[in-house]
Nanobody, 128 residues
Framework: VQLQASGGGLVQAGDSLSLSCAVA????????MAWFRQPPGKEREFVAA????????YYADSVSGRFTISRDNRKNTVQLRMNSLRPEDTAVYYC??????????????????????WGRGTQVTVSS
């Protein structure tokens, strides 16, 4: 599986930005796609995830209501629409893929070790 993230950039606080992750190659029969981010000097953290088959979405509390994750089956991409961006959203954003579970929750999808496939990151910088 190859994941390619794109769409990062420099924006001002309050602006919006969309990230895209292209999925190529064989995947699990049922899987989830997720976005993580790593702020400067901090650990990588979960942002959002979407079940590819059911389109069920999961969000970290810090982005809930501001970010929207979605998938496009035809284009084999997953998007992260980020609204009302804040300086604390500044980070390198990564997309990742994992096999979906029978009873996934935000908590069960938040661990990095769950995801065997990762794309290269894309930088998002939000100025104040």
């Amino acid at each position: 599986v190859q994941l390619q993230a794109s769409g990062g950039g420099l924006v001002q606080a309050g602006d919006s930005l969309s990230l895209s992750c292209a999925v190529a190659g064989p995947t699990f029969s049922t899987y989830v796609m997720a976005w993580f981010r790593q702020p400067p000097g901090k650990e990588r953290e979960f942002v959002a995830a979407v079940d590819w088959r059911t389109a069920t979405t999961y969000y970290a509390d810090s982005v809930s209501g501001r970010f929207t994750i979605s998938r496009d089956n035809r284009k084999n991409t997953v998007q992260l629409r980020m609204n009302s961006l804040r300086p604390e959203d500044t980070a390198v954003y990564y997309c990742a893929s994992a096999r979906s579970g029978t009873s996934d929750t935000t908590s069960s999808l938040s661990g990095q070790s769950r995801y065997p496939y990762w794309g290269r990151g894309t930088q998002v910088t939000v100025s104040s």
